[in-house]
């Protein structure tokens, strides 16, 4: 059994920075892509960022310049740095990884969401 358990959201007024982590722990025989989704309350989840197990980044354009995806694969952790942040990221923001059980299958997982909110 596979858990991925996110931490970092909260509060933080526009213009100001927060950091999100997502570990994964459990059963693995390898971990494929990861990223992050956010869902806003009556929108759809967007894919916010994603990496590769090689280091390859996307990034929405809305949040291109001002987020962050990284990794640590001997920790089988994903990070995204928010900074700039803007009233319209306020939304759930939920981690995901390809977590792969043999060389040539996997599964994609998902982590239970962590509420970031930007007021002032």
């Known amino acids: 059994q596979v858990r991925l358990v996110e931490s970092g959201g909260g509060l933080v007024q526009p213009g100001g920075s927060l950091r999100l982590s997502c570990a994964a722990s459990g059963s693995i025989f390898g971990i494929g892509t990861m990223g992050w989704y956010h869902q806003a309350p009556g929108k759809r989840r967007e894919l916010v960022a994603s990496?590769?197990?090689?280091?390859?980044?996307n990034y929405a354009n809305s949040v291109k310049g001002r987020f962050t995806i990284s990794r640590d694969n001997a920790k089988n952790t994903v990070y995204l740095q928010m900074d700039s942040l803007k009233p319209e990221d306020t939304a759930v923001y939920y981690c995901?990884?390809?977590?792969?059980?043999?060389?040539?299958?996997?599964?994609?997982?998902w982590g239970q969401g962590t509420q970031v909110s930007v007021s002032s």
């Open positions: 995901y990884a390809y977590i792969m059980v043999a060389s040539r299958s996997g599964y994609t997982d």
């Open positions: 990496i590769t197990s090689d280091g390859i980044t």
